[in-house]
């Protein structure tokens, strides 16, 4: 089973960046998909998830309205959105599944860094 996700990188405050995560060995339709993010020195943060047909969407207050979160169960991705964003969105960004219905995430990506400078 792998979470890769990808697109991150270096981006001047205000502007945005699309990540995506690609995943593979696990039934993706069947998972609910989130994103999660860890600025240094800080615990952990859930950022987004969607559910397994894509039709329900649940966002951190942090980040409502500027993030979107969504998924292509014919590729076996979930994409986050980001725009408008702040130096407090900079942080290490993870995709991570569970099953539908689970309380924990069980899957989790090796992240990717986003940067926003000021």
């Known amino acids: 089973i792998q979470l890769v996700e990808s697109g991150g990188g270096l981006v001047q405050v205000g502007g945005s960046l699309r990540l995506s995560c690609a995943v593979s060995?696990?039934?993706?339709?069947?998972?609910?998909m989130g994103w999660f993010r860890q600025a240094p020195g800080t615990a952990r943060d859930f950022v987004a998830s969607?559910?397994?047909?894509?039709?329900?969407?649940q966002y951190a207050e942090s980040v409502r309205g500027r993030f979107t979160i969504s998924r292509d169960n014919a590729k076996n991705t979930v994409t986050l959105q980001m725009n408008n964003l702040s130096p407090v969105d900079t942080a290490v960004y993870s995709c991570?599944?569970?099953?539908?219905?689970?309380?924990?995430?069980?899957?989790w990506g090796q992240g990717t860094q986003v940067t926003v400078s000021s």
């Open positions: 060995g696990l039934a993706f339709s069947k998972y609910t």
């Open positions: 969607v559910n397994w047909m894509g039709a329900s969407t």
């Open positions: 991570a599944a569970k099953r539908q219905f689970s309380s924990d995430y069980r899957y």
